[in-house]
Nanobody, 122 residues
Framework: EVQLQAFGGGLVQPGGSLRLSCVGSGLSFSGAAMSWLRQIPGKGFEWISDTDSNGGTRLATFARGRFIISRDNAKNMVYLQISNLGPADTAVYHC????????????????WGPGTQVTVSS
């Protein structure tokens, strides 16, 4: 059974930073494309970034300059570093996985974790 668990969220003041982590099990982690997506209250899922099995990365336009994705295949971990957080970043952040290429479409991901809440507020 594939399991993904994201953690590292919390309450952050505007301008702050966070590092989200996601650990995977039950899948060939090094061969999977790993992605971070978020769900803003009242809205659907929004793709943020992904990293493929070759270590290549892509970033949504809104995330450039503030979000950095990375992975450690030896630990089955994928990370999302976020800086200069603002209230618009308040969301539940999920990691997701699929074999093959990553995708900006949430429906293309076969495996999802339950997400970690990030709240940006003073």
């Amino acid at each position: 059974e594939v399991q993904l668990q994201a953690f590292g969220g919390g309450l952050v003041q505007p301008g702050g930073s966070l590092r989200l982590s996601c650990v995977g099990s039950g899948l060939s982690f090094s061969g999977a494309a790993m992605s971070w997506l978020r769900q803003i209250p009242g809205k659907g899922f929004e793709w943020i970034s992904d990293t493929d099995s070759n270590g290549g990365t892509r970033l949504a336009t809104f995330a450039r300059g503030r979000f950095i994705i990375s992975r450690d295949n030896a630990k089955n971990m994928v990370y999302l570093q976020i800086s200069n957080l603002g209230p618009a970043d308040t969301a539940v952040y999920h990691c997701a996985a699929t074999y093959g290429l990553g995708s900006i479409r949430p429906s293309d991901y076969n495996y999802w974790g339950p997400g970690t809440q990030v709240t940006v507020s003073s």
